[in-house]
C-alpha cells in the first residue's frame, strides 16, 4: 500500500472497527499494530505494510484526529528508536515476531547496555564478558549511563565474547532479560539531582544463544546499526519550528521585555537561526531513513543537537537574569522520561551539559564526520590489530 488516499482510507476503516473512546488503550494498540498501521515502513506481520516511511506521518496524523492513544514513544524510546530497528535488520523471524510487538505497544520498555566505566568514548575496548556455555551465555561485567534500566524487561547488550582477537572483532550482541535476578541496577544520580540514569551490573546472568542478535563476533557491526539509529533519534527528531530549547528561550524573550538588549537581541537570532537549520536537516536526514539505514551524517546532526542546547540553555541563564541563577529542587528523582526542556532555566542549563556526552561523545561524532563524511585520513590506531586481552587497561 504505497498511495496517501488507500491508507487514509484504512485508518479510518480500523477506527470504524476499533472506536478509541471505548476501547481499552492496550487492545487498541494491539489491534492497531496487527492491522499494519503502527510503523507502516515494516513489513506486514510485524506491525507494518512495507509502505514509504514518509506516510507515516498521515497514519499518525489520522489517529490523533481521531483521540486515538498513542505508544508513549517518549516512554520507550531506546525500544523504538534503537533496539527495534536492530531487531529488524539483524534478528531472526522468530526474534522479530517476539519483540517487536510488545516494543510498540509499550508492553515492554528497552534499555541499552552500552557504555561502561572503562570504555564509555571507546566502545570497543569494553570488558563485560560472554562466555559459551552450552546453549547459553555467561556475561560478567558492569554497564553505566543506562536510561529506563530501572523501568526494562529487556536490553540490548554488546560483550566481549573473544577476547583473543582485536578489540573491534571479538564482540558479540544479545538481547538480556533485565528481569534476570542476576542483574543489579542501581541509581546514577547527576549533576541536575536526578537518577534519570543507571549503573548495571551483570553477574553471571545466563542468555540463551536463541537471544544473539547477529553473528558471533559480529557485535560491532550490530552495535553501529543501532547508533547511527540513536544519533538520527536524539539529533535528528521530527520537531515542529520554533520547538524544544529554542521554543523555551524564544517564550522567555517574548514574556520578559524588560530583559532585552540589542546585543541578546543579536543573540538569539543567530540561535533561532541555527537551531531551524539543524532542525531541517535533521528532517531531511529523517526522509534518508526511507530510502535505506541511517548513515553517518547523523553524528553530524547529534553533535549540532548537543552544541546548540548548551549554547541556547547557557544564554538562557543569562536572559532570566537573577532568575536564572535559582534551582528549584535537589531532591532525588527517577523521572519516567528524558526531559532536554523541563523545569526551569538552571535545571535545563545542567541538563543540557550532558547533551555532549549521551548517544556518543561529541569527540567521537567529530571522528566519525572527520573519516567517514570527508573521508579524512583516519585517525592513528596502534591497537586495531592487536588482541584485546593484550592491550594495557
Request: net charge negative; proline share 6%; aromatic share 8%.
Amino acid at each position: 500500500m504505497t498511495d496517501t488516499a488507500q491508507l487514509r482510507s484504512a485508518v479510518r476503516e480500523f477506527l470504524t472497527e476499533h472506536d478509541p473512546s471505548t476501547s481499552d488503550r492496550l487492545e487498541f494498540l494491539r489491534a492497531r499494530f496487527d492491522a499494519g498501521l503502527a510503523w507502516v515502513n515494516y513489513p506486514a506481520g510485524l506491525g507494518g505494510l512495507d509502505a514509504p516511511r514518509e506516510l507515516q506521518q498521515v497514519v499518525d496524523a489520522e489517529f490523533a484526529a481521531a483521540g486515538a492513544p498513542d505508544n508513549d514513544p517518549a516512554g520507550n524510546g531506546i525500544g523504538l528508536g534503537m533496539a527495534a530497528p536492530t531487531i529488524l535488520r539483524f534478528g531472526t523471524d522468530e526474534q522479530r515476531n517476539r519483540y517487536l510487538r510488545p516494543l510498540w505497544t509499550g508492553e515492554e520498555i528497552w534499555c541499552q547496555l552500552f557504555s561502561e566505566p572503562g570504555a564509555g568514548s571507546d566502545l570497543a575496548a569494553l570488558a563485560t564478558r560472554a562466555v559459551r556455555d552450552g546453549d547459553d551465555w555467561v556475561v560478567e561485567g558492569q554497564k553505566v549511563w543506562t536510561s529506563f534500566a530501572h523501568k526494562a524487561k529487556w536490553a540490548i547488550l554488546v560483550a566481549r565474547s573473544d577476547p583473543d582477537a582485536p578489540k573491534h572483532k571479538g564482540l558479540s550482541y544479545f538481547v538480556c532479560d533485565m528481569t534476570d535476578p542476576n542483574v543489579q541496577v542501581r541509581p546514577l544520580r547527576q549533576i541536575t539531582g536526578e537518577a534519570e540514569f543507571n549503573e548495571v551490573f551483570l553477574n553471571g546472568v545466563r542468555i540463551p544463544d536463541s537471544q544473539r542478535l547477529g553473528e558471533v563476533g559480529q557485535g560491532w557491526q550490530v552495535a553501529m546499526g543501532t547508533l547511527m539509529n540513536e544519533r538520527v533519534a536524539i539529533g535528528g527528531g521530527n520537531t515542529g519550528r520554533e520547538s524544544g530549547m529554542i521554543g523555551v528561550v524564544s517564550q522567555e524573550w517574548r514574556e520578559n521585555p524588560q530583559n532585552r538588549t540589542p546585543a541578546a537581541h543579536d543573540r538569539l537570532l543567530q540561535l533561532w537561526v541555527e537551531a531551524e537549520a539543524t532542525r531541517l536537516t535533521g528532517q531531511r536526514l529523517r526522509q534518508q531513513l526511507a530510502v535505506g539505514t541511517p548513515g553517518p551524517e547523523g553524528s553530524a546532526v547529534k553533535l549540532a543537537f548537543a552544541r546548540l542546547n548548551q549554547e541556547i540553555s547557557g544564554f538562557e541563564v543569562e536572559l532570566a537574569g537573577e532568575r536564572g541563577l535559582e534551582y528549584d529542587d535537589w531532591t532525588l528523582r527517577r523521572p519516567e522520561n528524558v526531559a532536554f526542556t523541563g523545569r526551569g532555566p538552571g535545571y535545563r542549563y545542567l541538563r543540557a551539559k550532558g547533551n555532549s556526552i549521551e548517544g556518543g561523545t561529541s569527540e567521537v561524532l567529530r571522528n566519525v564526520i572527520a573519516e567517514r563524511v570527508l573521508g579524512l585520513p583516519p585517525e592513528i590506531r596502534t591497537d586495531k590489530d592487536v588482541p584485546w586481552k593484550e592491550l594495557p587497561r
